[in-house]
């Protein structure tokens, strides 16, 4: 049998082994008598053979993947707002139940929360498939149907049917044929793939129960160039009155958006009286 230590690189590394281990205990326990044996292993080809399986383990470990830390962490210890959940340091918010619908419809939102400027800063284009994810009863969907016009169209996510079907009540009202619900699941929108030009979240990323999977589904949902933009009470700025859970900062945003290289964050708005916009787009495909 050939097992010249020349022919490969792991039998050079046993033969350079063996070198080392020669004078060591560890010849020992392999069998040899350092005493009395005057044969090199390089010489006794069955005992070469026995130095290289035993580093077998040894690479076998080395190529081992590291057990992945889990997404999420829970603590008993919590803000009462929250769910208990951790993700990336940051506790998620309790969802807002669909009898709270009547709060997102109140008059002084336009004074607190200036959603038509908002809607300029998204940039809205006429013919544009535009994702309203967590639309509670479409205050913002509604806004936007008359921009995309008759080519374009909204899709309407929630995972609240009582909150679809106030938004099919108003879509049946005013005559709207370009917004249409989606019942999406807490890990899944359930939008189309690569057919998204804008996903609008407003106040809702935070008290999503899976924001990971959520995430790398909505980045899916993207054309190339498509932007996903993350409204969200500013938590950098203690006079807007919104509990803590429901706030977030600009920094902890991008943290966990890092992840999905697919998107890089374009820029952040921070015209709103309460809230920033911060906008990710999505890069165009790796060419070969
Ligand atoms: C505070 S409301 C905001 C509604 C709307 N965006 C607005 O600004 O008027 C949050 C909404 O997000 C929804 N929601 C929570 N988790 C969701 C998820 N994983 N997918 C879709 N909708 C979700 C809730 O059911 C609720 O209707």
Redesign the pocket.
Known sequence: MDISPEVTGVKRFAKRFSEVIYTDPFARYLGYDISTDTQHPKDNPMRLLALALLLVPVFAFADEPKPKKPKYETKENHDPDGIGKFYVGREIAQ??G?RA?GW?ERPEREKEEAPTKLLKALDVKEGQIIA?????????AFRMSPLVGEKGKILA????QE?LDLMKAKAKKAKLTNVETIL????D?KLPVGEVDLI?????YH????PYE?AEKMVAALKPGGRIAF?EFRLEDETVPIKLVHKMTERQVILEMAEFTDVEHDKTIKTLPWQHIILFKKKAPKKD
């Open positions: 969802v807002m669909h619908a997102l309203d994810v967590g639309a509670g009863s479409g205050y913002h996510v929630d995972i609240q909150m999406g699941t807490e890990t929108p609008i979240l407003v106040d809702v008290e999503f129960s899976h959520m409204v």
